[in-house]
């Protein structure tokens, strides 16, 4: 920590000022509520900097989420709302600020870390790094594929009762994944404490009385050339579903010609789509770290097939309960890191165990990229046992 600097945990006394410092940082127009501090929202810790005059020259904010990884929520300490006052950036603060939130994050328990950066440098020298990518696309809602309806399949409005219906089958789809959030928890409890629908509509796709897709929507303003449908979920569990999903988003066509939402890769929604005419709206890159990387490997689920072990060092100059000599044992959907009593061939840096945990690179990727060492004679790819389960994603924006 910078030696002139106190970090601790913003209370309601500080309110006023956090508010000010995230209005000035990220330009909200009008200013937003005054920020509540660390007891006003439930499921999140809020920590503030102080120079020597007491003033608030930055915050950070712990959004105490969970992460599906292959089928286990994993619990993670999310960053958002980073914000450092103009006059003492480049001095240390948001350095001091997330080693704060990574101590306290591994007190109460914390395995992971997600963050969207604003800037990737600060966050990478940091321990953070790019692990994947938020895609919001364009498409044109003449481009759809128009499906006859199927006759086994009924579609009908939600409304807010509708909406744990809706929450068990977004889990059914994330929960065997890597990295997405489980929107469960404090914090989403807070924010679903309401009796109306989360967006102007949510269509439901039920068989036989089931729920098996939905899609929530935003209709956006006007009916000419440049009117959108925002879409924030279109989820599906059967490829019928997903067709039944895209003939209602392809009805549209005469008073939203664009149609603007989130992909994620591989599902049976996107399956239907016509990637080919798509434009990219917007890519916000995603960056991943390790809060405790014994909690990171033993509270996750591992895929079946993936048996073996590799011993390794790791540097982790922000988190140093991390740094050491390692030894990692995969077998039967579980795994355990514990420390080493032997002398590792593999010397790996927190940023490249990031990726591998995520699933966004190889060893072989992070010996080019210098992030990955090895004595000679070692094989590299011992280290791919730590990428196993596929690439992470995320589909919230935080």
């Keep these: 920590m910078h030696p002139t600097l106190t970090v601790r945990e913003l209370t309601p006394d500080d309110a006023p000022a ?84 990574l101590r306290g994050a591994r007190e109460r328990g914390a395995a992971v870390s997600a963050l969207f950066p604003t800037i990737i440098g600060p966050y990478r ?46 889990e059914r789809v994330a929960r065997h994944r890597q990295g997405l959030l489980t929107r469960c928890g404090e914090l989403f409890d807070h924010f679903g404490a309401t009796t109306a629908l989360p967006t102007d509509g949510v269509t439901l796709v039920e068989q036989d009385g089931d729920l098996v897709g939905y899609v929530s929507w935003d209709r956006g303003h006007g009916y000419g050339p440049d009117s959108v449908l925002t879409v924030s979920d279109v989820l599906a569990t059967t490829p019928d579903a997903a067709r039944e999903l895209v003939g209602v988003l392809a009805s549209w066509r005469s008073v939203a010609p664009t149609l603007r939402l989130q992909l994620l890769d591989g599902d049976a929604v996107t399956a239907q789509l016509p990637l080919e005419t798509l434009r990219e709206h917007r890519q916000q890159p995603w960056m991943h770290r390790p809060v405790e990387v014994t909690r990171a490997v033993r509270e996750r689920g591992w895929p079946a097939y993936a048996r073996g072990s590799v011993e390794f060092t790791l540097t982790d100059d922000l988190a140093d309960w991390n740094t050491g000599a390692w030894r990692l044992d995969v077998a039967d959907g579980a795994a355990e890191l514990s420390r080493s009593t032997g002398e590792p061939a593999l010397h790996l840096g927190v940023l490249g165990f990031a990726q591998l945990y995520a699933g966004a690179t190889t060893a072989e990727s992070l010996v080019q990229a210098g992030r990955l060492r090895h004595d000679p004679g070692a094989d590299p790819r011992a280290l791919d046992l730590l990428a196993v389960g596929g690439p992470a994603h995320l589909l919230d924006y935080f």
């Design 18 to 101: 956090a508010g000010a410092l995230g209005g000035h940082a990220f330009g909200y127009d009008p200013p937003p509520p005054p920020d509540t501090g660390s007891r006003g929202t439930p499921g999140t810790t809020r920590y503030g900097a102080f120079d020597p005059a007491g003033r608030l020259c930055g915050k950070a904010v712990d959004l105490h989420h969970e992460q599906w990884w292959s089928g286990r929520a994993v619990p993670a300490a999310d960053v958002a709302g980073v914000a450092v006052a103009p006059e003492a950036r480049g001095r240390g603060v948001a350095r001091a600020l997330l080693a704060a939130l």
């Design 125 to 170: 020298a940091c321990g953070w790094e790019v692990a994947g990518t938020l895609r919001t696309v364009d498409l044109a809602t003449a481009d759809l594929p128009r499906y006859r309806p199927a006759p086994h399949l009924s579609l009908r409005a939600a409304t807010a009762e509708d909406m744990p219906a809706v929450a068990d089958l977004y």
